[in-house]
């Protein structure tokens, strides 16, 4: 399979590009970069010489559509609703990373991300791309709106209590802790080293736009309409991702059920790792991986449940899972070109 | 006023010494260590060499009683409660920054600390010294048991709503993140630096002991039993420690309001420094000072309160604090040697 | 004293601005800042909320004559020598944390600023504000050069043996390291949190201007010309900064006479600290201060003595040393505002 | 080949497990822990669950004499030359990471290691396992001494101008910088978070143990006795390890000549990658691989060049160069189960 990558400067392209060189079904034949076609690959990134060698590429839809099965879209918001339509008609699949085919409607495009979301035809056809929840609608695909790196951690931890009505949605809290490389490439004085180093800063507060995006698909699994209150923060690191979610338990179940409910939930899907009882995850033990780690703990004192998920926000957050849904689209196993061992330490 | 510290290596001491080096009517007569006593200071801590200079004490009343007029207790918990007894008698005035001296009754003492209370009559003398929140009683107290960080900043941040009404109590939830240097200067796996760099690890979940200690307070301050879901994790920095809190609210208030009720609620308290609307704190803004910064926002969406509260964890969360209060029980004013500007970047 | 700030919202009128407010002598009355004038201090820098309090000024050398003393130039190159030559003649003491003062003579400065030099008769006037070598001259001063970070612990860490005449000067080797403050606040590839971070980088081998400052003075102690291999790299920290220099000695000499002979040359100056033997310095040991921490070892085995500095970038190495020559300009006790107590852990 | 690790808690251990799990011929049967036997992996090292699986063994010559062909030395200096003799007579290939066998002599070993020295007809037998130098005899070896991470990067730098005579050896300095990670799993104050966090340390300066492997095997390309000013600092991050080398020119050579040179040097060797002119390796560019990124700078000036080495101190310093060396000793192509991407950012 040959795939195109879109947006090519950014960190999510170059996990990208990290992910398929140990992928054995997957051959990348074109990177594309607005700000750096014509560069060679090892003069931006240093790192990938004598591994990988290309140039960078403009975008070019003929191009693409002779060389290309399937193009990752790594881009900002925006870019992917306008060359999204054209990929498809000649044929591409596409995955998209970015948040311009989550959100379904005018109004929460508009109020959260502040642009018109794509054509209605495309936006139905687009899957999203939370390969434990939605496998079955990614096997068929031509879209994959890839999820949010906040909204796969949040949901992977609470979906299954909020299936099974263990949950209560009166009051459920996400507090978000990500590393610095999720806020991309581009800069800022939030990113700038002396600022963000040694300290922890809450940002949009109340205004992030992976709400919407946790919102609608809390409340398509539970029936009804969900809120959440959810505040994330910046942390003095480079990658991983988590969330600490507390939300009311529904029914009087101890930490070991809900633990034991978890596993058979996610008995089918690798990249779900259960802890133990009194254990909890630490980003680092998913560094550089497809893994999404969960602890729970069932208060007895609050009736109250408490569940942390970790992931790397590049991987299961981002490129990972990008990967995985690849798979799933062709009928490979989902572990192809994923199943290595996070960087620890 | 001559003061005496006790746990002279641990990370708390050594900030008390920082500190009292600046304070104008504080001088250090005696550092006591249990390892370290015989030891010359700048070889323990070579940067405070050509600054300070003494030698580190035993333990010692008779010597104490003689020289001193305040001690503070900076050592592990379980020291102080067998020392203060004979401090009291001596007539010196006890600040303990463990947790000994701050939670009521055994049962408590017993299922969070592991050990038996101080004596009930010492135990009713002791004053908690959330400085803003109890100076009054502070100024006459002889023994002042000092808040532990996480308290300081989830209590400075919840009380004014609590009391007033418009916070509702149902469901608290409060995310604490610490930097490393709160685990103290005792070694452990989870503060190798290996381990704890570029890693976010959630800890003591549903047992950390500052539980019941924010339980307490918040109690006495609603009239109500209030029980919190709170969850604390270590972040990869030194120094620094924010709460991240979400509670309902009772009235509809908007965040406008809500700021303006906090600015005059802690109007007469130079400490706490509530922030603009649509900004929000950084532990970065507090490194090394003893400022409490609160930012703050109304959801109308959700129908919660947003807190976001930031401390220097060794700051106003342990020494600086311990400072106040001695500034208070001498009826100096509060700031004294303890206004300086925080160390930024 | 009053004294103004040229350059407001950079890292190092920032360290100023801390400093000042702990100065007993010297009163701030103007920050002035090209980009933010109009601007409220709080707005820019929310960590000094409550502490200071000023609109940051528009340059104008009137309003500059009628109330200020002093002026700090901690702008960029080439603004400095704009702006010297009309403060001089309006009676200012200047004090110039930039490189354009540094360097004697048109060919220098052409070379490693790539700009003319300021008036060669100002130029003459001015100073180079190494305190502890210099301070007899910076007495009368009405400019001082104050030195780079890097030649700051560089020559102080070399000037005694170069000037009697252990060392040699046939192959100095200084490797220097600088936290990433070092860079300033303007954003840049290099300085963006995921690319500094868990990295160590060389920078400008072989071109970093501070390679002639250093080796003007040594030429001046030693009396004949003398280069020096001087590599910069940037380590993931904020500030610290330390140089490890080697050189061949030139006479018998060991580890303990060295170091009592460095203690000699420095028993006057309080900010320059000889560790003991076998001891080496850290830049934490002089996180936020103005101290320069100096270990020695006379190796037998290679006849080369290795000798490692420790600053703070923006304490001695620039903000504090600058606070230092205004109390040596003004007769002051030199540690006057600047004997605090390094911020450790 | 199926392969046993002696060792199995430590860093250097937990990273061959990591490249094993990749390595298309390698299979791990047996982690040997002399502290964690019976413990299953998972609790030690979570970050391994649903990817390995097995119980901690004890150490046992008999099983590993039926179940292993080679066999990973993982543990402190000391363990190995006990234990390496009965695993040759069993007929097993020993790859030893610890220093044990790396320094000939009695008296070097006595007087770095504090150690008697293996016996030395096993002495003789032991192959140094610089790949890219030695790679002739690693491929007949039976017991390979993996090379320090220092003088992995310090000697792939240098031995190409010491080799062809450019490099002058009467001033050779090495400064090196290393990642925490280096200093292994054990707990000490110099790797406890809050000290080594924002923190550049010299340490065991004059004294390092890897300063006479260096010498030797300089000396041995050289062919006369060689010594090195070396000093080695801790610097803060988890891995990463460069060192800036600078030594006399010989030879009137450039830059463009010396880099061309280094390129035909390794031009067989894929995992030494010499950088551009005026490009500098970071730690970064080789994070999590098996690469040495080497920079070069002929200064006219100052007639010396400056060398800088940058290798990922648990891949390339350790772990990696292991696999690559059991690669060369079983003929397969060195790059097998090597050649990933660098984790970046």
Not at 103 to 116: A, K, M, V
Not at 316 to 342: F, S
Request: hydrophobic share 35%; net charge negative; glycine share 10%.
């Amino acid at each position: 399979m040959k795939a195109a990558v879109v947006g090519g400067t950014g960190y999510g392209a170059v996990e990208l590009i990290r992910i398929i060189q140990r992928h054995p079904y997957i051959e990348l034949v074109s990177v594309i970069s607005k700000s750096h076609h014509g560069d060679q690959v090892e003069e931006v990134f240093p790192h990938l010489s004598r591994i990988v060698s290309y140039t960078m590429d403009a975008y070019d839809i003929h191009k693409m559509e002779k060389e290309a099965d399937v193009v990752f879209f790594a881009a900002p918001s925006g870019v992917s609703k306008e060359l999204i339509p054209e990929c498809i008609e000649a044929g591409l699949k596409c995955v998209d990373l970015s948040g311009d085919f989550r959100l379904q409607g005018e109004e929460l495009n508009c109020l959260w991300y502040n642009q018109t979301p794509p054509p209605e035809a495309l936006a139905e056809q687009a899957v999203y791309g939370l390969t434990e929840l939605y496998w079955e609608a990614i096997q068929e695909s031509t879209i994959v709106a890839n999820p949010g790196c906040y909204p796969t951690a949040a949901l992977l931890g609470l979906i299954p209590v909020i299936k099974n009505g263990w949950g209560g949605t009166s009051s459920i809290v996400i507090d978000g802790k990500s590393g610095i490389s999720g806020a991309g490439r581009g800069m800022s004085l939030n990113t700038h080293y002396s600022e963000a180093n040694e300290n922890v800063k809450a940002y949009k507060v109340g205004k992030h736009q992976h709400i919407p995006e946790i919102e609608q698909f809390l409340s398509r699994e539970h029936g009804m309409e969900v809120t959440v209150s959810f505040t994330t923060h910046l942390v003095p690191m480079t990658r991983g991702l988590m969330c600490t979610i507390s939300l009311p338990l529904e029914e009087q179940v101890n930490t070991k059920e809900v633990i034991d409910y978890y596993r058979t939930f996610y008995s089918r899907h690798p990249f779900v790792r259960i802890m133990e009882k009194e254990v909890f995850p630490s980003t680092k033990g998913v560094y550089g991986s497809n893994f999404c780690d969960i602890g729970l703990h069932a208060d007895e004192r609050t009736g109250r449940l408490t569940i942390v998920s970790a992931i790397d926000n590049l991987g299961k957050g981002a490129a990972g899972q990008a990967i995985q849904n690849v798979n799933v689209m062709n009928g490979w196993d989902e572990r192809t070109g994923l199943m290595h061992v996070p960087v620890y330490p």
